[in-house]
């Protein structure tokens, strides 16, 4: 089974607009943590924000918010007043506690191709 | 100063040759990491090793080797080289391997076979 489902293979957004990128994940582990990527054009993986299960608040950083909905499951994130500069490819990922051989590892999701037009 | 770095960024090689990529990390992390990055732009691990002791070891063919000789580097050595094996090797590194650590990644390595 898939641990991080990302749907949306492109979504596009105006420059100054809010978009939310959907992340859900699976897990039965209790601790976990949740992160988004950025990759841009140029290839380079960039971290944006991290959320972790036991958190109480979602996790903001500057633009970048994750909607984090334990219940559902999901981990959205959320980029406000877009920029032209935010076109890039979007990675959720989920660490969890794991066992044996898969402790520590990132899972990544797809990914969404986002594009932010004039 | 980066904090991730490898090299080389690009790497274009003939099949059946042999090639290494090396890793370096200056931010004191314990754990380290090597993804694949296909075509379609799927991430999968490969590797990580926690202090210099493997402790992921992804299904991968065994022509990949990496090696730690401290915790501050991991370099991937590849045999026999083949035209799948073509993509973007990115290494890693986090503080930790608990959940709550992000992970970091180098510029990564494009790998050409031809």
């Known amino acids: 089974a898939q641990k991080i489902t990302q749907t949306q293979p492109g979504m596009f957004v105006q420059e100054k607009e809010a978009v939310t990128l959907d992340c859900t994940y699976d897990?039965?582990?209790?601790?976990?943590?949740l992160f988004w990527y950025k990759q841009p054009s140029s290839g380079e993986m960039i971290f944006l924000i991290y959320q972790g299960s036991y958190d109480q608040q979602n996790a903001t950083e500057g633009r970048y918010s994750l909607n984090f909905q334990k219940a559902r499951k999901s981990a959205n994130l959320v980029i406000s007043a877009s920029q032209l500069g935010d076109s890039a490819m979007y990675f959720c990922a989920m660490r969890d506690g794991g066992r044996g051989s898969t402790l520590g590892r990132l899972y990544f999701g797809r990914g969404t191709q986002l594009t932010v037009w004039p | 100063d980066t904090a991730v770095s490898q090299t080389p960024k690009y790497l274009v090689t003939q099949m059946g040759n042999d090639k290494s990529i090396k890793c370096e990390q200056n931010l004191g992390h314990d754990t380290m990491y090597w993804y694949k990055q296909d075509s379609k732009k799927f991430l999968k691990i490969m590797f990580s090793y926690n202090n210099k002791e493997l402790i992921i070891n992804e299904t991968v063919p065994n022509r990949f080797s990496p090696k730690s000789p401290d915790k501050a580097h991991l370099n991937l050595h590849i045999n026999s080289l083949e035209l799948g094996d073509s993509a973007v090797y990115f290494c890693a590194s986090s503080q930790s391997d608990r959940g709550n650590t992000e992970a970091f990644f180098g510029q990564g390595t494009r790998l050409t076979v031809v």
């Open positions: 897990t039965s582990d209790p601790s976990y943590g």
